[in-house]
T-cell receptor, first 112, second 114 residues
């Protein structure tokens, strides 16, 4: 699986959009970008994933650059409950149930 | 739908003692994972099961760790004997092909070895 690079920490004001970047310059054509988050004392939680098109669900939006070497997770209206460690993971999806390879992630702190 | 259930949530033991963790995956999920998460780091896979078969246990320290998944449902992870360095959070996750292989995690068991 391709390696990812994320900033170790970010702050965001409550109610504002949180934009979390991720670099994955060695991503292969069949690898997807996944985002998980881990709230303190809980297990990781799936947020969203995508291949090359932008994706949106009830939790967040995922913007992947045209060359697929980087992506941004957007929480449109951050709340205090969004404070968590956010992990960007690149992996093959189809026909595979392989492990998730977690990096250190980004600690997002939403400030009141 | 119930999520992944783990017990106990917390465990404190003395070194050299045995300990066991239990996981009940989401109903219908045939793939089960055990991860270990050290403080300040991301989770790392210990073992992956497809139904009752362990298909990836390359990261499991086999001298002291063992796992089983009888009948392809619940799973137990055991450490015997525990060492100080085993203090960590042990996470169980499950996934299914029908669910697109997204992994759903339990709350974890926080182990402290003194």
């Amino acid at each position: 699986d391709a390696k990812t690079t994320q900033p170790p920490s970010m702050d965001c004001a409550e109610g504002r959009a949180a934009n979390l970047p991720c670099n994955h310059s060695t991503i292969s054509g069949n690898e997807y970008v996944y985002w998980y988050r881990q709230i303190h004392s809980q297990g990781p939680q799936y947020i969203i994933h995508g291949l090359k098109n932008n994706e949106t669900n009830e939790m967040a939006s995922l913007i992947i650059t045209e060359d697929r070497k980087s992506s941004t997770l957007i929480l449109p209206h951050a709340t205090l409950r969004d404070t968590a460690v956010y992990y960007c993971i690149v992996r093959i999806k189809s026909g595979s149930a392989r492990q998730l390879t977690f990096g250190s992630g980004t600690q997002l702190t939403v400030l009141p | 739908e119930a999520g992944v259930v783990q017990s106990p949530r917390y465990k404190i033991i003395e070194k050299k003692q045995p300990v066991a963790f239990w996981c009940n995956p989401i109903s219908g999920h045939n793939t089960l994972y055990w991860y270990r998460q050290n403080l300040g780091q991301g989770p790392e896979l210990l073992i992956r099961y497809e139904n009752e078969e362990a298909v990836d246990d390359s990261q499991l320290p086999k001298d002291r760790f063992s796992a089983e998944r009888l009948k392809g449902v619940d799973s137990t992870l055991k450490i015997q004997p525990a060492e100080l360095g085993d203090s960590a959070v042990y996470l169980c996750a499950s996934s299914s092909r029908d669910g697109g292989y997204e992994q759903y995690f339990g709350p974890g068991t926080r182990l402290t070895v003194t």
